[in-house]
C-alpha cells in the first residue's frame, strides 16, 4: 500500500529522522530537496543539471528542486524550476526511478558519483550505507520535517532475495533491503541518496523507494532501494548528459598493474531520514513521498 501524508507545519522535532541526525551544512550540498504541490521528495544532484530521484515522486506533481541547504523552507540554497521529469519504464514494476534535467545548472555544487557494477564488489548483508534525506522522522510516519537528516543502517538483503516487496522486474539484484528501527528512511526521503563510503569518497549507489510489505509501522521496518548501476545506461540516453561515475574501475585497474595509494571498493557507510496518514492501497509497496 502507499501511505499518503498530508501536510503540516515544520517545527523542532525532539526525535531526529528515524534514528538520524541532523546533517551539518556542507555535508551532502548534492542532496536535494524536490518540491511540487502534492508534496516533496528527495534527490541527488548527478550531473549540473540532472538529479536522480524516485520514478513514484511523479505523483508530487515536481516543479523545482532547492540544492545545497539543510533546510528547504530556510533562508540559502538554490532554487532551481525542473525542465523534464522522465520515468524509468514501467518504473511501478521494474526499477522506482526517474531523471529530472533542470531548468538552469546548479553552482557551487560537485555532482555525486554514481556508484557502477564494480562499486559493488564487496556489497554484502551487514554493509553500513548512508540514508540521507528530507523526510519525516517518526516510525508512525507522522510529524513534520523540512530539514535535511541522515541516519547510518546496515544492508539486510544485498540482493532483495527474500520477497516482501521486492520486485521481480528488477531482479537480478537491482534493489537492495537497508535499514530498520536504528535508522530507516520516511515519507519525503523517496529518491533520496544511498551513500557507501569509497577510498574515493562516498558515492551514491541507490535512490530510496519503498518500505517493506510487512513492516508493522509506516516508517522503522526497513526499506528497499534501487542500485544506481543498473539504470546508468538509461539515465545517460534519457538525459543525454555523461553523469559522473565511481572511478573503481580504475582504481582496480591501478592495482592489477601495482600502483600504490589505490584500493577496492569499501563496505563501510552509514545514515537516515524520514504528515498525518492516510492510507491507500496499490501495488502492495510503502511508498516514501511525502504528499501534502
Known amino acids: 500500500m502507499v501511505l499518503l501524508a498530508s501536510s503540516a507545519s515544520a517545527g ?21 530537496a524536490i518540491l511540487g504541490p502534492q508534496g516533496s521528495c528527495t534527490g541527488t544532484l548527478i550531473a549540473p543539471d540532472v538529479v536522480l530521484t524516485a520514478g513514484h515522486c511523479k505523483g508530487i506533481q515536481p516543479t523545482e528542486v532547492v540544492a545545497n541547504t539543510t533546510n528547504y523552507n530556510g533562508a540559502g540554497g538554490q532554487r532551481v524550476a525542473i525542465a523534464s521529469f522522465e520515468t524509468y519504464p514501467e518504473y511501478q514494476h521494474t526499477f522506482d526511478v526517474a531523471v529530472i534535467v533542470l531548468a538552469a545548472p546548479i553552482v557551487g555544487v560537485a555532482p555525486r558519483a554514481v556508484g557502477t557494477s564494480c562499486s559493488y564488489a564487496a556489497f554484502a548483508d551487514e554493509t553500513m550505507v548512508h540514508l540521507v534525506g528530507f523526510g519525516l522522522t517518526q516510525q508512525d510516519g507522522g510529524g513534520a520535517n523540512t530539514s535535511l537528516r541522515e541516519a547510518m543502517a546496515p544492508v539486510l538483503d544485498a540482493a532483495c532475495t527474500g520477497g516482501n516487496g ?3 522486474g528488477a531482479f537480478p539484484a537491482g534493489e537492495f533491503v537497508a535499514g530498520g528501527g536504528a535508522g530507516d528512511s520516511c515519507f519525503g526521503d523517496s529518491g533520496g541518496p544511498v ?17 517493506l510489505d510487512d513492516s508493522a509501522t509506516p516508517c522503522g521496518g ?20 555523461t553523469i559522473a561515475k565511481d572511478s573503481c574501475e580504475d582504481a ?5 598493474t601495482g600502483d600504490a595509494d589505490s584500493g577496492g571498493c569499501s563496505t563501510s557507510g552509514g545514515t537516515g531520514g524520514a504528515l498525518v496518514i492516510l492510507i491507500v492501497t496499490i501495488v502492495g509497496a510503502l511508498r516514501r513521498r511525502r504528499v501534502r
Open 222 to 241: 526497513g526499506g528497499i532501494y534501487v542500485r544506481t548501476d543498473k539504470v546508468i545506461a538509461w539515465i545517460e540516453e534519457t538525459t543525454g548528459r
Open 252 to 256: 582496480l585497474a591501478s592495482e592489477d
Open 12 to 32: 523542532t522535532l525532539a526525535n531526529p529522522v528515524v534514528g538520524g541526525t541532523m546533517v551539518p551544512p556542507g555535508t551532502w550540498p548534492d542532496a536535494v
Open 166 to 168: 521486492c520486485r521481480t
Open 195 to 211: 551513500y557507501l563510503d569509497t577510498p574515493r569518497g562516498a558515492v551514491v549507489i541507490a535512490a530510496v523507494s519503498r518500505g
